[in-house]
């Protein structure tokens, strides 16, 4: 299998450091959230969620360095992934997208759900202030896949 090199990801700092930055702020937001509710779940959610998407994600999408210009340990590819991309060289579209839907539903659904039963138990201004910072790096990150896949 021969790969052009016009076909390998190229590991600019910029996408590392910004895409492992949104992931980073995604999952404190969402740990933030439970641990309001509980502070064990709320440790059990960063440990469980950093564990999930830095390294089974990482490492599914990190079969080859194949297809990076220079090795980044999946880095790259998580990077490319949390900002939007449907094409990760070296891996089928479909299992890209289970990918990103597993990525949303564990870093938006888990903590959405948490947050708005809290709220609707008890008003607290700032879990509305979480859900609404969750939801806002979820739409920013779901306006970059549309922006980069059209």
Do not use: Q
Not at 8 to 21: D, V, Y
Not at 121 to 131: G, R
């Amino acid at each position: 299998m021969s790969v052009s090199d016009k076909e390998k990801i190229e590991a600019t700092k910029p996408l590392m450091l910004f895409g492992t930055l949104t992931l980073s702020v995604w999952v404190a937001l969402g740990s933030l959230s439970i641990w309001l509710i509980n502070p064990l779940f709320g440790w059990l959610f960063a440990g469980f969620s950093a564990f999930f998407i830095l390294i089974i994600i990482r490492r599914l999408l990190c079969n080859s360095c194949y297809y990076c210009k220079s090795c980044t340990k999946g880095f790259a590819k998580l990077s490319k992934l949390a900002l939007g991309s449907n094409h990760v060289p070296g891996i089928s579209k479909g299992s890209t997208g289970r990918m990103a839907v597993t990525m949303y539903v564990i870093l938006t659904g888990i903590p959405v759900a948490a947050l708005l039963n809290s709220v609707l138990n008890s008003f607290d201004t700032v879990k509305i202030l979480l859900l609404l910072a969750i939801l806002a790096v979820t739409a920013y990150t779901l306006i970059v896949r549309v922006r980069n896949n059209y």
